[in-house]
């Protein structure tokens, strides 16, 4: 009888001691993932965080050469057609209050874009006859509820209406350079064309900016956001650049 409790005895022992290790296993199992989860959310935070110094880099090394870029451009314009640099001074001191003041902005309001746009659209008249085919239509609705929200990066609209410019065929009776800006309800659209010149596109020219920077921004703002589109129809050449604000909006970390 006594062999039979000390056994007993014995088994609640183990039993306890087996739950009472096995308490422990767990618990420290749960502490460790706990830890290791802890650890990975770190190191992801981290990594984000590089990433996103790394895009904001990326994105200041372009806008560094955006504006010189620029600003040689348009002084270029008005140097070229000095008689009507009077005309232009005004143009001139809107184009560079908004490189100095706005550019280095994250965003700016499609108003402020648009309104920059303009006025680098007159300075570059000053290249073309005053017979030349330049064709402008604004069709952003100025009650938008997008029309005053800060969801459009500075300058983005420059490089494809700057390439219009520059390599239309001004010479040719039948040249044009068409430029819309449109906003229906949630994305905004900005569509270049002209007549493509008949003379050969160096493959790098010494003051372009270049198509790939353009879109290498784009992707560094707008993501998935936006669509970039080239295409030939007839000898006129056409970009095409539509940015969902919407979704880009609804992306965007909150202020503050």
Do not use: W
């Not at 994250?106 to 108003?111: D, H, M, N, P």
């Not at 309104?115 to 300075?123: C, K, P, S, T, V």
């Amino acid at each position: 009888m006594e062999s039979t409790v000390t056994i007993s005895g014995l088994l609640l022992y183990l039993l306890i001691l087996a739950l009472i290790v096995s308490f422990l296993l767990i618990t420290f199992l749960v502490v460790r993932l706990k830890s290791e989860t802890n650890q990975k959310l770190f190191f992801e935070h981290k990594l984000r965080d590089t990433d996103a110094r790394k895009e904001n880099f990326e994105l200041e090394t372009i806008k560094s050469k955006l504006n010189p870029h620029l600003f040689k451009n348009v002084l270029n314009s008005i140097q070229s057609h000095a008689y009507q640099s009077y005309y232009a001074l005004d143009k001139l001191s809107n184009v560079l209050d908004y490189i100095l003041y706005e550019s280095d902005c994250e965003y700016v309001s499609l108003k402020e874009e648009t309104d920059f746009a303009l006025n680098l659209i007159e300075i570059n008249r000053l290249k073309v006859s005053p017979l030349f085919d330049l064709r402008i239509k604004n069709k952003v609705d100025s009650n938008n509820q997008f029309v005053n929200a800060k969801v459009i990066a500075p300058l983005i609209t420059i490089d494809l209406i700057e390439n219009a410019f520059k390599h239309a065929d001004i010479q040719n009776p039948d040249a044009f350079i068409s430029i819309v800006f449109d906003l229906n309800e949630t994305t905004f659209s900005l569509i270049v064309s002209n007549k493509i010149s008949a003379k050969p596109i160096l493959k790098k020219e010494k003051s372009g900016f270049g198509k790939e920077n353009l879109r290498k921004r784009l992707d560094l703002v707008y993501r998935s956001n936006y669509t970039l589109e080239h295409t030939v129809e007839n000898d006129v050449y056409i970009a095409h650049l539509k940015i969902n604000l919407l979704e880009h909006k609804a992306q965007m970390p909150a202020a503050g």
